[in-house]
Nanobody, 127 residues
Framework: QLQPVESGGDLVHSGGSLRLSCTAS????????IGWFRQAPGKEREGVAC????????LYADSVKGRFTISRDSAKNTVYLQMNSLKPEDTAVYYC????????????????????WGQGTQVTVSS
């Protein structure tokens, strides 16, 4: 079973920063487009950011553009989500997911593309 693992969630004050990590054992994340998604209580899961496998093209949801950055560290087999200027509305469980079929693109809103999902990490932003 291929399952990525998220970490780095925490409780922070509004305006603060967090870096989430998505790692994997037994498979190489470089071969997958990786997406970060989030689900707040009572809301549907939504896409946050994604990075393609072939050329590391990145896409962001409008709500996080300019504040969040997705990146890869191939040597560490890790994909990061750097989150700055956090707002209370960023509070959610954050999931990373892998899509092995996309090459030069990734789908920040196309959750159906992603086959392998982690268990999530909680991010809470206090006002």
């Amino acid at each position: 079973q291929l399952q990525p693992v998220e970490s780095g969630g925490d409780l922070v004050h509004s305006g603060g920063s967090l870096r989430l990590s998505c790692t994997a054992s037994g498979f190489t994340l470089d071969y997958f487009a990786i997406g970060w998604f989030r689900q707040a209580p009572g809301k549907e899961r939504e896409g946050v950011a994604c990075i393609s496998s072939r050329n590391s093209t990145t896409l962001y949801a409008d709500s996080v553009k300019g504040r969040f950055t997705i990146s890869r560290d191939s040597a560490k087999n890790t994909v990061y989500l750097q989150m700055n200027s956090l707002k209370p509305e960023d509070t959610a469980v954050y999931y990373c997911a892998g899509d092995k079929h996309s090459g030069y693109e990734c789908g920040v809103h196309q959750q159906i593309w992603y086959t392998y999902w982690g268990q999530g990490t909680q991010v809470t932003v206090s006002s």
